[in-house]
């Protein structure tokens, strides 16, 4: 065969002219589709140097710009059989798969993306992402939608206790305050040093005025750190001079506190609301009186204190009377104790007296003869004693 370009005669199998290099032309017997992949074939034996030594540099341009006509030299055969040895270059992804390192790489993408699949699918489903959803929808005041998921965190990992203060805190907000106070007591016998759950209490029965608990629960506490919170959340509570009880008499009271000021009621209301301002002792009449006082200082309010007084008047004793009866010869005066605020009224002609008659002013001088001094005793509550009859026989010598 000679070439068309210069007549010299082409071996036969060569690709080329040795003389110009001119690509032989022949006539394809494979599929014009196999084109790329023959002139990438002659591309890669010039490089590796497999063409002839005085072969033109120009050969790879010649064979480019000329890659659409013909792609030269080797049979339809050779072709198939080279794409056959080299499966690296089938195009595709048959061609990927049948490269071993592209292959490796697409078999550790796909186990790297169940990986991911799998994290997420057990990250979604997990405490911590149940919790970190209630907290965001806790900014959002969406506390019913946080307690969704607060609850779903509980059911997860029952032990524990994040979720249950948070839920708790809810609850509070949510004034359910049984289902709050449940999980932080729950929370306190699991962990009885947990500074927020005895936080989370305090608030909660100060909200619902239930001092008795709060008092209780803070005789539970001994570590100084759950002293100090309920210090620092707590004001002291009032002190009352005189105790709850029975009396039959007028009771004063004073009311103290440490810090802050008093509010008081006399009728068993809140003294949180509406109390009166204590600023001296005030005295209990008869009758039966619930006194509550607190103490308040900016936004700290102490325990309720609560104390009921029952006054019921007794009638007075009889009055003092010296001397109390007897003979006499010598002029003699009587006296009467008269208590602070009472009153004494007497006569002398036997009859009952009443505050119309003589009242006991000072000594009274006894009458000559045999005689009865009566008397009554009128306390300042208007209370009236019995008659008491003293009996005196003074006669002169």
Request: proline share 4%; hydrophobic share 30%; net charge negative.
């Amino acid at each position: 065969m000679k070439c068309s370009k210069c007549g010299a005669e082409i071996d036969a199998g060569s690709v080329f002219c040795k003389k110009c290099g001119e690509p032989v032309q022949m006539v394809p017997d494979y599929n014009i589709l196999e084109d790329d992949f023959l002139i990438s074939l002659l591309e890669e034996e010039k490089s590796a140097g497999k063409t002839e030594e005085n072969q033109p540099e120009t050969v790879g341009q010649n064979v480019q710009s000329d890659k659409k006509t013909s792609a030269g030299g080797k049979s339809a055969s050779t072709a198939k059989k080279a794409v056959e040895e080299n499966p690296e270059k089938k195009k595709g992804f048959a061609g990927l798969w049948a490269n071993k390192k592209a292959r490796a790489g697409l078999i550790g993408g796909i186990i790297a993306l169940c990986l991911v699949l799998v994290f997420l699918t057990v990250y979604m489903t997990s405490y911590d992402h149940y919790v970190a959803k209630g907290k965001t929808l806790d900014t959002k005041e969406d506390y019913t939608g946080a307690l969704v998921y607060y609850n779903r965190a509980i059911e997860k990992n029952d032990t524990k206790t994040k979720a249950k203060i948070l839920a708790a805190n809810d609850y509070i907000k949510l004034e359910e305050y049984d289902t709050a106070e449940s999980l932080l007591l729950e929370v306190i016998a699991q962990d009885d040093d947990n500074v927020s759950a005895y936080k989370s209490l305090i608030v909660l029965y100060l909200a619902t005025g239930d001092y008795d608990k709060l008092t209780n629960l803070q005789t539970q506490v001994s570590s100084q750190k759950l002293l100090d919170l309920f210090n620092d959340n707590l004001l002291s509570a009032p002190v009352f001079s005189v105790d709850g009880g029975k009396y039959d008499d007028d009771v004063t009271i004073e009311l103290s506190c440490k810090t802050g000021k008093i509010y008081y009621t006399l009728d068993g209301s809140d003294p949180t609301e509406g109390g009166i301002l204590y600023t001296e002792a005030f005295t209990l009449e008869e009758g039966t009186t619930t006194v509550k006082a607190v103490c308040e200082n900016d936004d700290k309010t102490s325990q309720v204190v609560e104390k009921n007084y029952k006054i019921t008047y007794a009638d007075p004793d009889y009055p003092v009377v010296t001397p109390s009866g007897g003979s006499f010869t010598t002029p003699t005066t009587i006296t009467v104790e008269v208590p602070e605020g009472a009153s004494v009224y007497y006569t002398w002609d036997g009859t009952t007296p009443t505050q119309a008659s003589a009242k006991y002013t000072g000594p009274i001088e006894m009458m000559e003869g045999n005689n009865i001094l009566s008397l009554i005793l009128v306390d300042k509550h208007g209370k009236t004693s019995d008659v008491l009859e003293c009996n005196y026989k003074y006669i002169p010598q």
